[in-house]
């Protein structure tokens, strides 16, 4: 028997590894987009071929799937490579629209900072509500001030003083609205602020920004954006 003409005919030959082996220098040109699990393959599928049985050689049919395969796999790493260089494009245009928010004002629910000055509220009464009152307390929880309020949702100035005048110390302050029917309470919402937008940046993936009293918080935490209103 001529034992070179399995070697020459079939798809398992040496013949079939060289004309193998510009797919496998161009795989190996794309560097580090190979993955590991690609690599691992394309050195079993080479060992396959270096080592079968000249008399017994790999079926057509086995050696076209393994070659399918070998296609498959690094298609999807391509794949992988090109949806990460998507998402970060993605990013990168998501970057660009909230460039358009700094200088807007932005309402979001958070804790409110006081500095002396008074600040704007947004409040949310219950609308079956007779009557309504801002509770104020501290970083621990504690109430430092209640103060009577209009039951209608709406905005206000609140100057973080008492009826007698004394302010509170300056500070971070959680502000909620409670609404109240016949002495019942019916709920308590926080009330939201609004502030200035001055930046906009990435922070581990997610799109933060950061208003003009200093806080910084997640863009899904915006409820709304509006122009300043204008100076008086």
Not at 116 to 124: A, Q
């Amino acid at each position: 028997m001529d034992l070179t003409s399995p070697i020459q005919t079939k798809p398992g030959s040496e013949a079939a590894a060289r004309a193998a082996a510009p797919a496998t220098g161009k795989a190996a040109q794309s560097g580090p987009a190979l993955s590991s699990d690609f690599e691992t393959f394309l050195k079993m599928l080479t060992t396959q071929m270096r080592n079968q049985d000249p008399l017994n050689p790999v079926e057509s049919a086995d050696f076209a799937v393994q070659l399918a395969t070998f296609s498959t796999v690094e298609q999807q790493v391509r794949t992988n490579d090109l949806l990460s260089g998507l998402g970060t494009r993605i990013d990168t245009l998501g970057m660009g629209q909230l460039s358009g928010w700094i200088g807007l004002e932005a309402e979001a629910r958070v804790p409110v900072a006081f500095s002396g000055e008074p600040v704007t509220l947004t409040t949310k009464v219950d609308a079956s509500a007779d009557a309504a009152q801002l509770v104020v307390t501290d970083a621990e929880g504690r109430v430092m001030q209640r103060q009577d309020i209009a039951p209608n949702s709406g905005r206000l100035d609140w100057t973080g003083r008492d009826q007698d005048g004394t302010a509170l110390p300056h500070g971070t302050y959680n502000i909620a609205v409670q609404s109240t029917a016949k002495g019942e309470i019916l709920a308590q919402t926080p009330v939201s602020v609004t502030s200035r937008i001055t930046e906009a940046r990435l922070n581990g993936g997610e799109t933060e920004i950061v208003l003009a009293n200093g806080r910084s918080l997640s863009a899904a935490e915006v409820i709304s954006l509006r122009q300043p209103r204008p100076t008086p």
